[in-house]
């Protein structure tokens, strides 16, 4: 018999670690080549990994819940043969992972949420698998740090920005943190005096009972780093502005009466994609994104457009792939189609990466004006608000008019902010008055 130390495959393009949520296996059971033996969470969804191997499991590494990086052994089995197989990590993420289910944002990179490698050079794939964030990874990088080599001594083995100060100053691994000092203190100088036991009158509930502490992991952790590395990468701009809607309002009308037809709801959401599709072919820097790592704008020949989806998992952002070459009718049903799929966790990461630009529409819960934090590395997000009756002035007179709130934010870094407004007033214009929008198909 032979070992085989099974690691834990790259899940997805950029995808570099992901939390096992259900082992389908135990020590010294048999499996075959392709069996199902752990569901896996990552940044987008839960997916299953099939065994690369026949043989019999002779210990598992990781225990549920736990985060796992690429190239980390999950499982050593017992296989038949005079030799060791191959290292796993080598494996290939299509023979050994296939979606089911489960939801991000892209992240919930791709809702991108993934750990960006922190080198061009060959100490890149050392860099990937250690645990830092991406302010670290930076800054790193300015100090001409290689991760692998440093130890970390954060939750996890993480590397911390002091780990790296104090490898950088040749010092090896930190001392302990000043915080970590004052609660040993803390700890000693009450186990040295004993507290005054208080009386029954006046003692009150324990604070623990008032609490819950509850893991920040899978789609949930995925979204928190997502929002962070994006408002801690992109100086955000954020415009806000109304729209006129009442022809929208009437074009709808029509559309979803013929949509009846041919069983289709048509919402307002499928003339905001064919708008914001139109804005992007006048304004290529708002279908753009950054390299970070590079330094270079990348200009996105193609309109794949991200929509912003809540589900009881969280926040995921399905995308609409080639927007601009899709009618009503067909934006209408896609949007719809990924809405529910997403909702029931039905949706593989393949369908929630590689958007362009992103529409969050919060006009369905009573949202009129807010701050849409963008996707990195997109540069922009449009915003949707609610509509609602207003007075107008129009030729000198008062009147009343269905305005929509539109908000719009944008990456500093790339989009001035004249060019920005220009954007939002194209778009604003093709709602005001939507028979413009059979100019741009």
């Not at 389908?24 to 299953?48: P, T």
Request: glycine share 8%; aromatic share 6%; charged share 25%.
């Amino acid at each position: 018999m032979a070992v085989f130390e099974f690691k834990f495959p790259e899940l997805g393009e950029g995808i570099h670690e992901g939390e096992i949520v259900k082992w389908h296996i135990q020590a010294g059971d048999s499996v075959k080549e392709d069996q199902v033996i752990i569901d896996v969470q990552n940044d987008k969804s839960v997916v299953e990994v099939t065994s690369p191997v026949t043989g019999k499991v002779a210990e598992i590494k990781v225990d549920e819940g736990a985060v796992v990086t690429v190239g980390q052994v999950l499982i050593v089995f017992e296989v038949e043969g005079g030799e060791g197989a191959p290292a796993a990590a080598t494996t290939s993420n299509d023979d050994n992972v296939c979606a089911v289910g489960g939801g991000v944002a892209e992240q919930v990179n791709n809702a991108k949420i993934n750990t960006p490698m922190a080198a061009t050079n060959g100490s890149n794939e050392g860099n990937r698998n250690v645990l830092a964030t991406p302010s670290v990874r930076k800054f790193a990088r300015e100090k001409g740090v290689h991760l692998a080599e440093v130890t970390g001594t954060g939750k996890n083995g993480r590397i911390t920005r002091e780990d790296v100060e104090t490898f950088a100053a040749g010092g090896g691994a930190p001392a302990a943190s000043s915080e970590s000092v004052a609660q040993e203190a803390a700890s000693a100088a009450a186990s040295a005096t004993p507290a005054a036991r208080p009386s029954v009158s006046t003692m009150v509930a324990d604070d623990t009972q008032l609490e819950e502490r509850v893991p920040l992991k899978g789609i949930r952790r995925a979204i928190a780093r997502n929002m962070v590395r994006s408002m801690y990468t992109a100086p955000h701009v954020t415009y806000m502005d109304e729209v006129d809607v009442g022809a929208l309002i009437e074009l709808r009308k029509k559309a979803r009466a013929l949509g009846e037809q041919k069983g289709v709801n048509v919402t307002y959401l499928p003339f905001i994609v064919k708008a914001l599709v139109a804005a992007c072919r006048e304004f290529p820097v708002m279908n753009a994104s950054i390299d970070d790592e590079n330094e270079e704008i990348i200009y996105k020949k193609y309109y794949n457009v991200g929509i912003a989806t809540d589900t009881e998992a969280g926040l995921i952002v399905p995308v609409v792939r080639n927007a601009d070459r899709k009618n009503i009718w067909s934006l209408a049903s896609e949007i719809r189609e990924l809405a529910l799929r997403g909702r029931d966790g039905e949706l593989s990461p393949d369908e929630m990466r590689d958007g362009t630009i992103t529409i969050t529409n919060l006009g369905g819960v009573g949202s009129y004006f807010f701050n849409p934090v963008i996707n990195h590395p997109e540069v922009a997000i449009l915003g949707i608000g609610r509509m609602e009756e207003k007075p107008v002035v129009r030729d000198g007179e008062i009147t009343i008019a269905t305005m929509m709130s539109i908000v719009f934010s944008f990456d500093h870094r790339i989009v001035d902010g004249v060019t920005a407004q220009k954007f939002l007033n194209y778009i604003k214009q093709l709602l005001a008055d939507p028979q413009l929008l059979v100019m741009e198909v």
